[in-house]
């Protein structure tokens, strides 16, 4: 069983920041790219940022120069860094990633539960 779980969500006001944490829990051989996403209100769920095992970094264009993915994959951790935030970053922010198995050479793509960030004005 694998297992991603976010954490650092919160209420911020407008300009304020936050971190976001991502942790890998269960059977994990590797872990290969981990990414953000986030939904609004009545919105489709966007890609946000990502991160390859490796270290390189893509961002939406909304959030490029505020928002900072990173990673530690000796903690199986990756993070969201937001800073600036508008009330239009409110959403439930979710971790995904892809990670293969320790058992075989298969590897699954994976959620987790979300964390809720709420920008106020």
């Known amino acids: 069983q694998v297992q991603l779980v976010e954490s650092g969500g919160g209420l911020v006001q407008a300009g304020g920041s936050l971190r976001l944490s991502c942790v890998a829990r269960?059977?994990?051989?590797?872990?290969?790219?981990m990414r953000w996403y986030r939904q609004a209100p009545g919105k489709e769920r966007e890609l946000v940022a990502t991160?390859?095992?490796?270290?390189?970094?893509n961002y939406a264009d909304s959030t490029k120069g505020r928002f900072t993915i990173s990673r530690d994959n000796a903690k199986r951790t990756a993070a969201l860094q937001v800073n600036s935030l508008r009330p239009e970053d409110t959403a439930v922010y979710y971790c995904?990633?892809?990670?293969?198995?320790?058992?075989?050479?298969?590897?699954?793509?994976?959620w987790g539960k979300g964390t809720l960030v709420t920008v106020s004005s």
């Open positions: 269960g059977n994990i051989g590797s872990i290969n790219t």
């Open positions: 991160i390859s095992g490796d270290g390189v970094t």
């Open positions: 995904n990633a892809d990670i293969r198995s320790p058992f075989s050479n298969t590897s699954g793509n994976y």
